[in-house]
């Protein structure tokens, strides 16, 4: 065992306290297995390793960085009153359709079951009606039966209708025309960690690590980075924005393509979520924005002219601030316009605008429709022209 000693050297230890206490003992005698003073010195050698065993692994549940699984969960919930985030189960939405239109209209009840081609069962959440003399789609929200990463469906994957649906024609198929997103497995004993290691620093609540924390608990997401709304003095205008991702969010923004139409009701289902579980970290009274996209943080260099008489730090405070206030302004998929910029910067007092203000970046920005662009007031510097 690690850091402890073992069989071998505890037997070993036993050994040469026997022959050092009887003569009549032979090294010969004790080494040969099977001897009754080999089996006595092995058996509490065993018996030893065991002890200390159990001493390791007690003690290693006292701390952070050593415990693991059910000790883990003792741990960090006698100390922080934090709990492992569960498994979260796989949502979408499925189409049903019928090939001739069906003479009577029929209800598709909540809690019908369908099933991917390997096995992997959903059930609908909410009830919906198709309508006679219809073929279809009827579009129906849905969750995997189980949680887990493992109960994510591919697109097309969704062909079994499982459960019997009263009035229903026979040639009524279903099938899912996106994947489905937000399966996650167990939080793992290093995230756990990671959130018990920022308890005291967010048990303030309302602050900025807080509030990321805070988002990071519900099951699902991965990613969260907040971002204080500012005044045009640079000032906190009492609003934040909560930018937060899961895994599906996250592998979409590395690619360059559509996001499926069903995303941006998952995204608002999630953004809800994290908005609900938030009521007890955010200060009362503040806002809390969220946002479901995976962020590009956007580092802005302003060339600042100024007119005469000009409060200088004033006027590149203002600058600085609306730099940060378009930038974080812009919805996912947005790409950032230095032209645009220039523009809100022009009734800041005391600039002279000659159009090259923005030195960095030198041109529009780019991003993925599940990417957003996001800056900060330390991100943002100014030189003179």
């Known amino acids: 065992m690690a850091d402890l000693v073992d069989f071998n050297l505890l037997f070993r230890v036993a050994r040469d306290e026997a022959l050092a206490r009887n ?34 692994f007690v003690e290693a549940g006292l701390f952070l960085d050593s415990a693991v699984g059910t000790q883990l ?50 059930v609908t959440t909410v009830a919906a009606s198709f309508p006679a003399a219809t073929v279809g789609p009827i579009q129906v929200a849905i969750r995997s039966a189980l949680a887990g990463i493992d109960q ?15 009035g229903s024609p026979s040639d009524l198929v ?42 990071l608990a519900v099951p699902g997401v991965v990613t969260a980075t907040a971002f204080e709304g500012l005044d045009t003095f640079g000032n906190p205008s009492r609003r934040v924005q909560l930018v937060v991702a899961d895994s599906f969010t996250i592998q979409l923004a590395n690619f360059s ?13 999630l953004a809800l979520e994290v908005q609900n579980g938030l009521n007890d970290v955010r200060a009362y009274g503040i806002q809390v ?36 206030n378009y930038c974080n302004g812009l919805a996912p998929g947005v790409t950032f316009q230095p ?14 605008i000659s159009g090259q203000e923005v030195a960095n970046p030198p041109g529009p920005v780019i991003c993925n ?16 022209a």
């Not at 079951?113 to 069962?121: A, E, H, K, R, S």
């Not at 994510?152 to 009263?166: D, F, K």
């Not at 924005?289 to 203002?318: C, H, K, S, W, Y």
């Open 23 to 56: 003569s009549k003992l032979t090294l010969a005698i004790i080494q040969r297995e099977g001897t009754d003073a080999n089996v006595l010195l092995a058996g509490a050698a065993a018996a030893a390793e065991e002890v200390l065993g159990q001493l390791q």
């Open 73 to 122: 969960d003792r741990l960090v919930f006698d100390r922080y009153g934090l709990t492992r985030k569960p498994a979260a189960a796989a949502q979408g939405f499925i189409q049903f359709t019928t090939t001739v239109p069906n003479p009577s209209g029929f209800i598709i009840p909540s809690g019908t079951q369908v099933q991917t081609t390997d096995g992997i069962q959903y």
């Open 152 to 166: 994510q469906a591919r697109i097309g994957t969704i062909t079994s209708i499982v459960s019997q649906i009263t």
């Open 174 to 215: 279903v099938t899912n025309t996106q994947a489905t997103a937000g399966a996650a497995d167990e939080e793992l004993d290093d995230s756990l960690r990671n959130r018990a290691r920022l308890f005291f620093v967010t048990a303030r609540k309302g602050t900025k690590s807080a509030l990321e924390a805070g988002a």
């Open 257 to 269: 393509t559509t996001p499926p139409p069903a995303y941006q009701v998952q995204a608002q289902a």
């Open 289 to 324: 924005d969220v946002i479901v996209a995976a962020v590009v943080l956007l580092p802005i260099i302003l060339r600042l002219t100024f007119n005469a008489g000009t409060d200088i730090a004033l006027a590149t405070t203002r600058a600085r601030a609306a730099a940060v």
């Open 339 to 352: 032209t645009d910029l220039i523009d809100l910067l022009r009734p800041v007092p005391g600039l002279f």
């Open 369 to 384: 429709p599940t990417q957003v662009l996001r800056s900060s007031l330390e991100l943002v510097t100014t030189s003179q």
